[in-house]
């Protein structure tokens, strides 16, 4: 027997109409490409939205068709992801971090009709577009007066022209709420990039679950900053949940370093910010010397690649700030787990809290996970026994856009490339991603632990931890370091500082000091360039 209720497709455009009728007046603030603060409403983004949607109209844009941005997180970016997905074209967000050879093989792969971007990025553009051959619109994303008089890009329009001469009244059409919504490109780092097709039931599905007090709490008592960006995975996701709690926006628009970070902190009192944890060890850099303190800051959500522990105490018991660590994957909307602690956990001494901290966190009701071992028979929760994670839930994705790389699924569930424990609470714990473990006589060393005891030294900006060749025990770990700026540390002193915290035979075999660590397009440490800048290494003989 059918339900009796009504079947509403679940639409991305019925975000933007809620936060519209119930939170018309909360503010997004932008920093500009023109270094300025921007400020209105969500009612005045929801009328601009509407807008964009009749200019793509006017385009002559068919149903599904592709409208790619190159942009920062800002007010116009904000606009494109409701008025494009909610007339039923797929906003594609373009990585502006990738060489650009890989941004006109992404642009022509997903079919890209209209291409708009920050003109931080024009230089971007004019390199690639004799090579975007799809791509028919080019929108620059400023004021009329802004516009570049030479660009050399043909038609070259103003965004802010361009949707003007429009109509603030459009009426969302209605569809199957499992229509594409929006495309992200996974970043590559392997063979040519996949893409992930977010449909407006999975991202929707996903917005609520994002907004949960369990998940990344977002509440109409927020201000919010993603400075995680809207153009890889939809900035987690916060650009749909805010509109959908009616949280404050806080956009940063280029200025991600340190000290803008900071001033955009504390002049929007913000309470709650999002990223990944670069971004923070450069926020914590300016803020420590200088012995600055937030006034507002509450919470943040740190995910993306693992959370150093060193990071999240700091935050904790320096500057009063909650850390929440987040797990997740472009081909999962992304969030997968959230680490809070349970009621249960109350009575904890902190110590034992903060353990579970630095986990990566439990499943979200919407993610079913499992861990693997080699034959696919499933391993035990127990906390110790580490197996390969597999996925799935109604924000995972089914296969890749055009059905590239296969039918990716085993048994129905996604491998997600990345090894871990569960305990028997339900806590998972990412050792690694798949590649990167290292194999040392037949036992396993995380790579992340080894990184975390680097980076909690006082000398150590970054680490990354790889595997070397060894005759005999198959693999040894070596660990590469960039030192703080005026301070040092030498590989003895280093490796005395593993005593006693890892396993004797996990302690790497040496110390490898660089200038820098090459990171990639999300900003994470790129293990295979590093791998190949150590081709003519050999570890020392023990
Ligand atoms: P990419 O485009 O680099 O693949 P994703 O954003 O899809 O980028 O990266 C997902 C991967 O990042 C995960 O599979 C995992 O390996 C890693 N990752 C994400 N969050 C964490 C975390 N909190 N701890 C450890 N690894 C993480």
Known sequence: MLGLMQNQPLLISGLIEFAERHHGDAEIVSRRVEGDLHRYTYKEAASRSRQVANALDQLGLAFGDRVATLAWNGYRHFELYYGVSGSGRVLHTLNPRLHPDQVAWIANHAEDQVLCFDLTFLPLVQAVQGRCTSIKHYI???????????????????????????????????????TASSLCYTSGTTGNPKAALYSHRSSTLHAYAAALPDVMSISARDAILPVVPMFHVNAWGIPYSAALTGAKLVFPGPALDGKSIYELIESEKVS???????VWQMLLGHMKPVGLKFSTLRRTVIGGSACPPAMIQAFNEDYGVEVLHAWGMTEMSPLGTLCTLKNKHDALPPDEKMRIRLKQGRAIYGVDMKIVDAEGAELPWDGKTFGDLHVRGPWVVRSYFKGEGGDPLVDGWFPTGDVGTIDSDGYLQITDRSKDVIKSGGEWISSIDVENIAV?????????CIGMPHPKWDERPVVVVVKRPGMDVSKDELLHFYEGRIAKWQVPDDVVFVEAIPLGATGKMLKTRLREMLRDYTLPQT
């Not at 709650?272 to 670069?278: L, Q």
């Open 456 to 464: 909690a030294h006082p000398a150590v900006a970054m680490a990354a």
């Open 272 to 278: 709650y910010a999002a990223g990944v944890p670069t």
């Open 140 to 178: 620059a994303l400023c004021a009329a007066d802004k516009l570049p008089a030479d660009s050399g890009i043909p038609g070259l329009q103003s965004y802010d022209a361009w949707i003007g001469q429009q109509s603030t009244e459009y009426r969302w059409p209605s569809f199957d709420e499992n």
